[in-house]
Structure formats: C-alpha cells, structure tokens
C-alpha cells in the first residue's frame, strides 16, 4: 500500500502487506514486503532490501551504495574489559560496531544491520577466520552477557555480531575489518577475549540444596486438600546470577491413586522471577466424570516452580500409580547449566538432586 506523498520509482516493488507513506522514495531495484513500513523523509534505493516488521523513516541504502566510511565505535556490550567466553555453546559475547558512511553524492546513508553483518570479517590472529570453532550470528540468543547497550543514533549505522563456541582455547585475539571498494577498513584491533570451560554447578550451589521447603496452603481447589509449592534456585553472587530454568511446562508427572487418596505432581512455566499476583491454573482430571482445577499463586518467590497436590475425596477407588520424577535446569547468565531432576518421594514431597 502507497499512499500521501510517497514515490515508487524504477523498477522499485511493494510487495504483500507492506506500507510507504509520508514522503518516502522507494527507486531503483528496492524491494519492501512483508509487514515493513517505509515513511518520513526515507530514501530506499539501489538493490536494498525491507522486509520482516522493519519500520524506516531514513535513508537506508544497500552495502554497495557505500563510497566512504567513517568509524564510530567499537565495543564488547556494556563493559569495557575483562572479556570472558564460557565455551558451552549458549553463551555469547556481542560485538557492537558502529560508523558513518556517505554514498558518491556526498549524501549521508544507512545500512540494513543483517546486511552489515554479511560484509564483516572477524578473524583470530592465532588461528585465522573464525568458521571452525567459532560460530557467528546477527542474531541474539538466550544468553547474551555483557547486555548490549541500548546506544541509539539515527544518523549512525549499527550491527551487533554474536560470538559463541564450544571449544576451549584459552584466549583469542581479534581484528574485525570490512572490505569497501577494494581499500580495507579496520573496525577493531587486538580485541582479547578469554575463553574458558563451562562452570560445574553443585549442590553447594542451590539454595537451601538439602532443606528446601515448600509453601503450602489448603483447601485449594476444594475440602481436604493440600497444595505444597516449592522453588528451586541457584544462589546469587557477585559473580554469577540465576538467568534462567527449564522444564516441560504444565506437566503432570506424578500420580497416585489409593482409596479415597489421591497424589500428583506437576510442573508450572518456566518463569524464575518474583511476580506478584501472578497465578497458575492446573485441571487434575481424576475420571471422565471428575477433575479439580487448582488455582494459586504460583511466582511468589524466585525459582523453579513444582507443584504437589493430595486430595482425600471421592469414592474408594483401586491403587494406581505411575511417574514419579522430572528431569529440569537451571541457567546463569553465560548459559552454564546445571542439570538437576526432581523425585517424589512419600506423601509426595519432593527432593532435588543433580542428575
């Protein structure tokens, strides 16, 4: 969709759900689709491509529009020294580059970030290019760390790459350089980054490892009935923080039926941070014609959160019993796991042990 003061030029396309508006120029062989929006005072020419939910209201242009450059900035996220690389594969440093560049009119342009990241090379002056051990991305993971910087400048072009191995090599040096008609710009010099084995996490580690106590209430989801609520976290230091858990979601894996008893446990989500009033339903169906829906709080501390329910009501019924233990970890924040499982034991409490 074209509308207002908006100009389509050359063999320029818009395509699928996209909008230019405003006083926007889409000319030459520019493409924009998808759910892209092109207004203000942007000028989109050459082959450059936008696409995704991308929103452009300046002068974005493709690499080979490029006629100088002028280097900004070159930085490892938000710290300044002391660069380390867990080589678990998660973790990953971000590399944050940013320059001015002109076009051979002398007109101020920008760059595309994923474009950008296709014209740079990183390479260890140990080792050479970093393809083997090394994997490179424009794109963010779960365990990015330092945090990239919230830095924002409409008239300065940025690319973040992504740095994360799984191979130790005590320590790389890097040079990241970028090739523009044939003269070789050198973004960063000697950038030492520290690789290391992922940490090892213990029972020493966990918080409360051996006395974890649940919270519990009663009546909930009817008479007779008690919900215990336990959170397993890592303790904090001024090194290392809990970042994340992981476990299936919403996951009834403990049952027992005996008489009018009956015992189960369950999994909640994966959420680790206090959050007041949050709540969580579970829906036990017991028979075709009989469940209990349970609903409590569920974030009322840090952790991972388990849930056991016992319940005496209902007709006598035979034994059955199946599950009885759940596989889950817990993430700092470079990624480094510690791989924990959680076991019913009577009355269906539950324990905590490292796989």
Not at 141 to 164: L, R
Not at 269 to 296: A, M, Q, R
Request: aromatic share 16%; net charge negative.
């Amino acid at each position: 969709m074209v509308f207002g003061y908006a100009q389509i030029q050359g063999n320029a396309i818009v395509a699928e759900d996209a909008i230019v508006y405003g006083n926007a120029i889409i000319t030459d062989s520019a493409k924009v689709y998808g759910k892209a929006q092109v207004y203000g005072h942007a000028y989109i020419d050459g082959e450059s491509i936008i696409s995704e939910n991308k929103h452009i209201f300046e002068n974005i242009q493709s690499w080979n529009n490029i006629d100088s450059l002028e280097v900004i900035n070159t930085n490892i996220g938000s710290k300044t020294d002391d660069y380390i690389l867990y080589a678990n594969g998660r973790h990953q440093i971000p590399i944050e580059i940013y320059f001015k560049s002109w076009d051979k009119k002398k007109r101020e342009i920008k760059i595309e970030e994923d474009e950008i990241f296709e014209n740079i090379e990183i390479v260890d002056k140990g080792n050479g290019k970093l393809y083997n051990d090394y994997y490179l991305s424009g794109k963010p993971g779960g365990f990015v760390y330092p945090e990239v910087s919230d830095f924002f400048d409409e008239h300065i072009s940025k690319c973040t790459i992504y740095i994360s191995t799984f191979k130790e090599l005590d320590e790389i040096l890097l040079d990241i350089t970028i090739l523009i008609k044939k003269k070789v710009f050198y973004l960063y010099n000697d950038i030492k980054i520290k690789v290391i084995p992922p940490r090892v996490y213990t029972s020493e580690d966990v918080l409360n490892y051996d006395n974890i106590q649940p919270i519990i209430e009663k009546d909930i989801g009817g008479y007779n009935c008690i919900l215990s609520k336990y959170y397993i976290k890592l303790k904090n230091s001024s090194e290392f923080f809990m970042a994340k858990g992981k476990y299936p979601e919403d996951n009834w894996f403990y049952y027992i039926q005996k008489g009018n008893y009956k015992g189960c446990c369950t999994t909640t989500d994966n959420n680790i941070k206090f959050e007041p009033s949050s709540f969580f339903t579970k829906e036990f169906i017991f028979t075709t014609h009989w469940s209990v829906s349970v609903i409590s709080e569920h974030h009322e501390e840090d952790g991972l959160c388990f849930w056991s329910y016992r319940i005496w009501h209902s007709d006598l019924q035979n034994y059955n019993e199946w599950g009885g233990e759940i596989n889950f970890s817990l993430f700092d924040q470079y990624g480094n796991e510690a791989k924990m499982m959680a076991k019913v034991i009577e009355d269906e409490k539950l324990t905590f042990h490292f796989q």
